[in-house]
T-cell receptor, first 113, second 115 residues
Framework: SQTIHQWPATLVQPVGSPLSLECTVEGTSNPNLYWYRQAAGRGLQLLFYSVGIGQISSEVPQNLSASRPQDRQFILSSKKLLLSDSGFYLC????????????FGPGTRLTVL | AQTVTQSQPEMSVQEAETVTLSCTYDTSENNYYLFWYKQPPSRQMILVIRQEAYKQQNATENRFSVNFQKAAKSFSLKISDSQLGDTAMYFCAFRLFFGNEKLTFGTGTRLTIIP
């Protein structure tokens, strides 16, 4: 089965600073990859998804961008963080034995001050 | 667009009892999947159970089972013999059978198991 790694686990950044969150997947090839954000006390919001290298679809216009430089690597970035970017960021993938179920990584807690 | 509604923000139950979490959804499509995810204090999302809409039989996974009522667009989760480790946020989620596999989540139910 697939394993999803995310780092860093926690991050505190000042407003206006850049951001790079990384997600890597083991145990499957050619997965679909997803970035979700969870604001405090709320459900998950899909930010980006990717069906292959270099293929990124954005669900919500925002201050963030995503890239997929390798088959099992998904990166979430920002040039200048806003206070509203604070939240819990989760990477998910489908693939391997189950192509219809998304499995999630451990997440990154981002606080923008 | 699909929507998922969880009308119970919080629930609590005594250890070893049975609890049912409610979920309703709205879609005009006929083929889709439904999921329940658990988010414990560690905040990692863990798949609890899934249901294919074309299957009439309700899915079960050990102490977890669902009551899937397609006509009513209802998908409730029953936890039997609840354990302290079941304390978590529970999210209901929907995705279409075809398409980009986007998951639409409800707002969650915070479940507390009381010793």
């Amino acid at each position: 089965s697939q394993t999803i790694h995310q780092w860093p686990a926690t991050l505190v950044q000042p407003v206006g600073s850049p951001l790079s969150l990384e997600c890597t997947v083991e145990g499957t090839s050619n997965p679909n990859l997803y970035w979700y954000r969870q604001a405090a006390g709320r459900g998950l919001q899909l930010l980006f998804y990717s069906v292959g290298i270099g293929q990124i679809s954005s669900e919500v216009p925002q201050n963030l961008s995503a890239s997929r430089p390798q088959d099992r690597q998904f990166i979430l970035s920002s040039k200048k963080l806003l206070l509203s970017d604070s939240g819990f960021y989760l990477c998910a993938c489908t693939g391997g034995v189950s192509t219809d179920t998304q499995y999630f990584g451990p997440g990154t807690r981002l606080t923008v001050l | 667009a699909q929507t998922v509604t969880q009308s119970q923000p919080e629930m609590s139950v005594q250890e070893a009892e049975t609890v049912t979490l409610s979920c309703t959804y709205d879609t005009s499509e006929n083929n889709y999947y439904l999921f329940w995810y658990k988010q414990p204090p560690s905040r990692q999302m863990i798949l609890v159970i899934r249901q294919e809409a074309y299957k009439q039989q309700n899915a079960t996974e050990n102490r977890f089972s669902v009551n899937f009522q397609k006509a009513a667009k209802s998908f409730s989760l029953k936890i039997s013999d609840s354990q302290l480790g079941d304390t978590a946020m529970y999210f209901c989620a929907f995705r279409l059978f075809f398409g980009n596999e986007k998951l639409t989540f409800g707002t969650g139910t915070r479940l507390t198991i009381i010793p």
